[in-house]
Structure formats: C-alpha cells, structure tokens
C-alpha cells in the first residue's frame, strides 16, 4: 500500500490559532494521519503522511478555512507512513530567523518556478545560497550554491552581515528544503537593503518533483525531517539513515566507522556524548532489538 506524505505552509494571520488546535488535532486523530503540525499566529507549517483519503480529509478541514483555501502543498507517495506519531502543536513564531520584526507577509523576494531555476542560477552574475542547515547541507545542494555553514537558520542574520553586502550583492537566490525558510530569509534581506531577491517556489522538493534528473543541476540527496531522511529526483527515498544519537544522517561510509554504532551514535557526534547519554541510547537500542525480535517470533 502506498501512503500520502504532504508538506505545507503558509504565512497568513492567524490571531485565534490557539483555539485551532483541538479541532484540528481531532481533524488528524480522525483521517488516520501522522506527521507535526505548527500553528501560530503568522500561520500553518508542517508535514503529515496516511492514506489518501486521510491527508485529503485534513487538509480539506484546514481548507474550511477562507484564509487557507489555497492551502498547496508538496507531495510525495511513500511504502509506510514516515513518521511515528502525531503532534499538532504551538508556536511564538512557525520559523524563528533569530531577530524580531521579519513578517513575510509585508513582502519577501521574487518567486522562481523549477522550470525557470536552472537559467537563473547558472547566471554568473547571480549570488546562489542555500539557506539550509550545515548537515542538510553535506548531503546534497544545487551547483555552484554556497554554503552559509549555520547550525541553525538563527544563525542567518549573522552570515548575512558578515558575508553580504547590499552594494556589491545585486542579485541573490536563494532556497531550501520545502519554501518555508526562504519566506523569512528572502524577508529580512529585503529589510537589509537587498533589491534584486529571488527563491526557488516550492523548494527543493518542488524541484526534485518537477525537473527531469537528466536536466538537474542539483548533486546528491534532499534530507527531510521524517523517517525517510532523503530523498532524490521523483521523491523517491534516498539512500541514508538517520543517527539515533544526533539525528544526523548517516551514510554507508559512516556505518565502517569505528566512531559510529548502531543506534547511539556517529562520526559527527560520537566525540560530544556523554557516558550517561551513551549508556541510555545503548539501553533504548536493547529495548529496540528486543521488541524487533518479539514482532519477528
């Protein structure tokens, strides 16, 4: 049986969204799906996965809506639902850029069609960034994108003062994961003094839907936030895991590693846990192994 994956957003005021959430967590409970939702007062965000019927049946609730009803979201057929519970939470803000003040309702940059993205960054004259995390990052970006190395998208604003400069900077692209971040992101340059913004419509996933492989100019995997943790052209699954440790992916090269074990850590972490963290990942990963082997008896 195949399952829904649909990832959604939008940036729209929303100043009862408290009391939206027990419908629609009730809405979800119904349809069977699972994935996280955020509501707050800019807006909606987040993914969910179930049957068909299950993510139509949520998003025609949300839809009920006037200031949804163009709700669009991304999406993709996965074998099992991606994800292992629920959450419809929340939030001050649906993505934090660190400073106060940047509302993507007041305006963010020019929007790009995947069909339209591959001319517009092969431009020499175009500045392309990839506003992702540094470990999405390391997986797979567009070519010729620079990599702002942040941890977190809080650290944005500061790659931007360091690194960019209205005057010399004309013409920026930017783009990320599903759009949401490059709402922000495209926002808050505008407010700097940055005139000519553009952003991939609809992400990467939009892309990676749309543009044939043979005609891409995007290199490696896209990691999702899902038990999925990448995915290629077609939205198909990619080949990573994620570390039980960090969260991080994990690649056929970093299992040989003498730094990674199953379910506790990898490369990228195994130096930073502590001997009490490793001791509860090594329990969890025995309760884990023993569940498995009952299922299978």
């Known amino acids: 049986m195949s399952y829904v994956v649909a990832a959604l957003y939008k940036f729209v005021e ?9 419908p629609l967590l009730a809405a979800c409970e119904d ?43 991304r999406e993709a057929a996965a074998p099992a639902i991606p994800f292992k519970r629920l959450k419809v939470r929340l939030k001050r803000e649906l993505i934090s850029i660190g400073v106060s003040g940047v509302d993507p309702r007041r305006g963010v940059g020019e929007y790009v069609d995947p ?7 092969s431009d020499p004259e175009v500045r392309v960034i990839d506003t992702r995390n540094d470990f999405e990052i390391e997986i797979g970006t ?23 400069d209205p005057e010399r900077d004309r013409k920026l692209a930017l783009f990320c994961t599903g759009g949401i971040r490059c709402e922000k992101a495209t926002a808050y340059l505008l407010q ?17 839907e749309t543009v044939p492989a043979e005609q891409s100019l995007w290199k490696g995997d896209c990691y999702v936030f899902d038990e999925r943790v990448s ?64 299922r299978r008896a």
């Open 192 to 208: 700097q003094g940055f005139s000519e913004v553009y952003h991939l419509k609809g992400g990467i996933l939009h892309y990676l």
């Open 31 to 73: 349809a069977g799906v699972r994935g996280t939702l955020l509501l707050a007062r800019e807006g909606v965000n987040g993914t969910i996965a179930g049957t068909r019927a299950g993510v139509d049946a949520v998003l025609d609730h949300l839809r009920q809506d006037p200031r949804l009803t163009d709700l669009a979201p």
């Open 231 to 294: 995915v290629r052209h077609g939205l198909t699954p990619g080949d990573y895991d994620a570390c039980k440790g960090c969260g991080r992916p994990v690649s056929d090269a970093d299992r040989v590693s003498p730094l990674f074990e199953e379910g506790v850590s990898c490369p990228r972490c195994a130096d930073a846990l502590t001997e009490s963290q490793r001791a509860a990942f090594r329990e969890r990963q025995r309760q884990y192994e023993r569940q498995r082997k009952a």
């Open 14 to 22: 929303l100043p009862e969204y408290r009391s939206m959430r027990g």
């Open 115 to 121: 069909e339209a993205w591959n001319a517009l960054i």
């Open 142 to 164: 567009f070519e010729r994108a620079e990599d702002p190395r942040t941890a977190s998208f809080s650290n944005f604003p500061e790659y931007v003062h360091e690194k960019l």
